[in-house]
């Protein structure tokens, strides 16, 4: 049985001279929280961004969910989008709208879905984030972590099967960066999705991993559990943890 | 406008003694050009720059692509709704300021003379005709339509940071004027063409 929920092989991207992702391979298996660690300018976020079809790859394949992404047309990769959850570093709320609407915005297409459904799946994604009081509240009014959990919500309205974290607790202080890389953990358990996750922060890393890997040149460097990375005598490997 | 126009052209009216063209003269002035072409250039300047810089600025915070990874099509949802408003409501605020200007150009006789609404409409009316009308309310649909299709494109395409929404706002106004520009000389020699 077909237990990988995206696999990546030989995925080149690059921009002008700049080769970011080189033959870059990689498999995540469902419920699998995957942490991809590496340098800035490694290709970490361009991963995940090729990953839904933000940006288009120069050469390679990308299966997700089953579904070759590079050869999709515009409405097959919508649908599939659907499925995939994206939580962006700065969150990426729509700041003209409320806290309610940001939520009820990736629903606009689900026409069976009757207002008190609707509203439901809105008070129980915040509730899984612990924010129902701000449902009215706009983004502005909103800290940069309640910011990191109403985009978390936003993504889980959908209930994807894989969700896609850029850098999710950059920015925030370490108590509420610890929070929200437990939040991680708990909406692995609850959704039973995968998860890729992008990440300088150690400490979430070391919260979240089931396994990791390491990006250097534009491909996959090292992988492995948390452990086995950290007690790495690779000294290059070792600074990622110190 | 029309009361500025009045007033400036009184003047030379009444050294020809043509006073009474006054109405008449406003009108097709106003209706047929001034209205429109002022009324789009403020358009430009306020709605071009405000489509350009909002979408600018959900560029750069990536609200853009957050609403492509949720299966939204934002073009569907950003710049069409955009672009037909736009193209709505620029003739409907057309006709508005004709309205109001030649209420101005009422106030500018009346500054000197002694005409009645009923007397001033009928002679403002007396001098157009629907072959003045049509074409002044038509080209402001395309005038509409290329303010908002400038201010999404440049908004859209920014580049990347907060200079990027600064020139995305500006360059939206001044393509804009410049478009606006353009088409009424395009509507202008099409209606002389049209009408010989």
């Not at chain 1, 409405?75 to 499925?83: G, P, Q």
């Amino acid at each position: 049985m077909e237990t990988s929920i995206v696999k990546i092989e030989h995925l080149n991207k690059s921009f002008g001279n700049n080769i970011v992702l080189a033959d870059m391979n990689l498999v995540v298996n469902k419920s699998e929280n995957l942490v991809v660690l590496g340098k800035s300018g490694s290709g970490k976020s361009v991963l995940i961004k090729c990953l839904v079809g933000l940006l288009k790859p120069d050469a390679g394949k990308i299966i997700l969910l089953g579904q070759d992404i590079t050869v999709l047309n515009d409405d097959e990769l919508n649908l599939l989008r659907k499925r995939v959850g994206f939580l962006f570093q700065s969150a990426a709320l729509y700041d003209s709208m409320t806290v309610r609407e940001n939520l009820e915005f990736p629903l606009r297409g689900e026409k069976t879905l009757s207002k008190e459904e609707i509203d439901a799946l809105v008070i129980e994604a915040l509730r899984n984030v612990g924010l129902e009081d701000a449902i009215n509240k706009m983004p502005s009014e909103l800290s940069g972590g309640m910011r990191k959990r109403v985009g978390l919500a936003r993504t889980l309205i959908l209930k994807p099967e894989i969700i896609l974290y850029d850098e999710p607790t950059t920015g925030l202080d370490p108590i509420t960066a610890k929070e929200i890389s437990h939040l991680i953990l708990e909406i692995q358990k609850k959704y039973n999705a995968a998860s890729i996750i992008i990440t300088h922060d150690v400490e979430c890393a070391r919260i979240t991993a089931n396994r990791m890997i390491i990006i250097k040149d534009g491909k996959t460097h090292i992988e492995g559990t948390f452990r086995e990375l950290s007690e790495d005598k690779d000294e290059w490997i070792h600074s990622f943890f110190q | 406008m029309g009361l500025v126009i009045t007033i400036q052209s009184r003047p030379t009216l009444v050294q020809f003694g043509a006073e009474s063209w006054l109405p008449g003269m406003v009108a097709v002035s106003m209706i047929r050009e001034i209205a429109p072409v002022i009324t789009a250039l403020i358009f430009a300047g306020k709605v071009g720059s405000g489509i350009g810089a909002e979408l600018a600025s959900m560029k750069v915070t990536e609200q853009i692509d957050a609403m492509e990874v949720s299966g939204i099509n934002p073009f569907k949802y950003l710049v069409v709704t955009r672009i037909l408003a736009a193209t709505i409501t620029l003739p409907m605020l057309s006709i508005i300021a004709d309205a109001i200007s030649l209420y101005g150009s009422y106030i500018g006789v009346n500054l000197k003379n002694d005409v009645s609404l009923r007397l001033f409409f009928l002679q403002a009316f007396q001098s157009l005709s629907f072959s003045d009308l049509l074409p002044s309310l038509l080209k402001t649909f395309f005038f509409g339509f290329s303010v908002g299709l400038i201010g999404c494109y440049k908004g859209y395409n920014c580049k990347k940071g907060t200079e990027g929404v600064g020139i995305a706002a500006n360059s939206s106004v001044v393509l804009g004027s410049l478009a606006i520009f353009i088409i009424d000389m395009i509507a202008v020699q099409m209606t002389s063409l049209l009408s010989y």
